[in-house]
Nanobody
């Protein structure tokens, strides 16, 4: 059974930083593309950042230069370092794994940025 468990969310002031973590189990992590999405009530879930098996990364334009995605295959964990946070970054952040044609999701972690 695949499990993705996010952690690291919370309340932070604008301009601050948070690091999200997503620990994966039940999956061949080193051959899974990993992504972070976020969603607000009534809005579509949007891709924030992704990292491929070969560690190529991609980012939403709104977070480029502020967020960094990384992965530690030895720990089966993907991270999202978020700096210079803005109020518009407030959302529930979800970890996503793509492996063997399937998508897996974590339960989400809430990030609230106060202005």
């Amino acid at each position: 059974q695949v499990q993705l468990v996010e952690s690291g969310g919370g309340l932070v002031q604008a301009g601050g930083s948070l690091r999200l973590s997503c620990a994966a189990s039940g999956i061949f992590f080193n051959i899974a593309a990993m992504n972070w999405y976020r969603q607000n009530p009534g809005k579509q879930r949007e891709l924030v950042a992704g990292i491929s098996i070969g560690r190529d990364t991609n980012y939403a334009d709104s977070v480029k230069g502020r967020f960094t995605i990384s992965r530690d295959n030895a720990k089966n964990t993907v991270y999202l370092q978020m700096n210079s946070l803005k109020s518009e970054d407030t959302a529930v952040y979800y970890c996503n794994a793509k492996n063997a044609g399937r998508d897996y999701w974590g339960q989400g972690t809430k990030v609230t940025v106060s202005s």
